[in-house]
């Protein structure tokens, strides 16, 4: 059964952290004319409002993504302002990108993309909106297992959970331990929380002790509400995209001063 909805959460400072890393590699994989292959084991719905129920329940959004843009944390021509330029030009000015939507920016005719959404309700408005992409209803590590390695070999794999179980943080490194075996050309890049208890620790230890040379970006910020659990995000990447370093860099001292 799952409950976790990502329209509460859209365009927080955690979607933020995920969606510049990720729009940076995107821009930097596809500035080579070579097709490539992009992966979402764990898609969402695609676009957002702003302006809805959900996001102004939570108030997350106006703590990330607006503030960041109205203090000017995204330079103009950063890739993320750019696809969200986009997508405000297409679906009015509180839309904001999910994942799928920011790939869907950047990916050319050539570029093979399949996405896995496993809710109902989310798996059918991401249909109205990837039509660039192959959808998957079923569970995400299963569609990357059969795919991997995909066609074309350079690519993408983003693997963003929503942790609605403890066991997701245990299975995650198997997860990639057997991923990145079969893909090892693969950028694969992984999305996960940080929280006041610690939960993520024993699987980022477990992930660092199997993929040394991967990257691993980490920024900390105050709790939506008073008492949440969320103090932070977490991208682990392996074979990050030369220069993705500095970028994770540059929005670590962003994140800092908040
Ligand atoms: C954090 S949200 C995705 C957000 C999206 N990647 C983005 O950045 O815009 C996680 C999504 O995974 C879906 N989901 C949960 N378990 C899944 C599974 N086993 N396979 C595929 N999707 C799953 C949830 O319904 C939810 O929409």
């Not at 821009?27 to 898609?43: F, M, V």
């Not at 929280?195 to 993929?211: E, G, I, K, S």
């Not at 939506?224 to 500095?246: D, K, Q």
Request: glycine share 8%; aromatic share 8%; charged share 20%.
């Amino acid at each position: 059964m799952l409950s976790y909805q990502h329209a509460y959460h859209a365009g927080n400072l955690a979607d933020l952290h995920k969606h510049a890393l990720l729009a940076w590699m995107l821009d930097y994989l596809t500035a080579k004319p070579k097709p490539l292959s992009y992966l979402e084991t764990h898609a969402g719905r695609g676009l957002y409002d702003l302006s809805g129920a959900e996001s102004a329940k939570t108030g997350e959004a106006r703590a990330g993504i607006t503030r960041a843009l109205a203090e000017g944390w995204l330079p103009e021509d950063h890739p993320l302002n750019q696809a969200l330029d986009q997508i405000r030009t297409l679906h009015g000015p509180a839309a904001y990108a999910g994942s799928p939507l920011i790939a869907r920016y950047f990916l050319r005719p050539e570029d093979n993309a399949h996405l896995a959404e496993l809710h109902p309700a989310e798996h059918a408005a991401l249909a109205q909106v990837a039509g660039f992409a192959h959808l998957h209803a079923q569970d995400g590590f299963q569609m990357a297992n059969a795919l991997c390695p995909p066609t074309p070999r350079r690519g993408l794999l983003l693997i963003d959970p929503s942790y609605e179980v403890k066991a997701d943080y245990e299975s995650v490194p198997r997860h990639i331990a057997k991923l990145s075996g079969k893909w090892n050309v693969g950028v694969i890049a992984l999305w996960y929380p940080i929280l006041t208890d610690n939960r993520q620790a024993p699987m980022v230890r477990a992930l660092m002790r199997d993929h040394p040379e991967a990257l691993l970006s980490e920024v900390r910020f105050p709790p939506a509400r008073p008492g949440h659990g969320m103090v932070g995000s977490g991208m682990f990447v392996i074979n990050p995209p030369y220069g993705l370093e500095a970028e994770a860099a540059r929005l670590a001292t962003l994140y800092a001063g908040l």
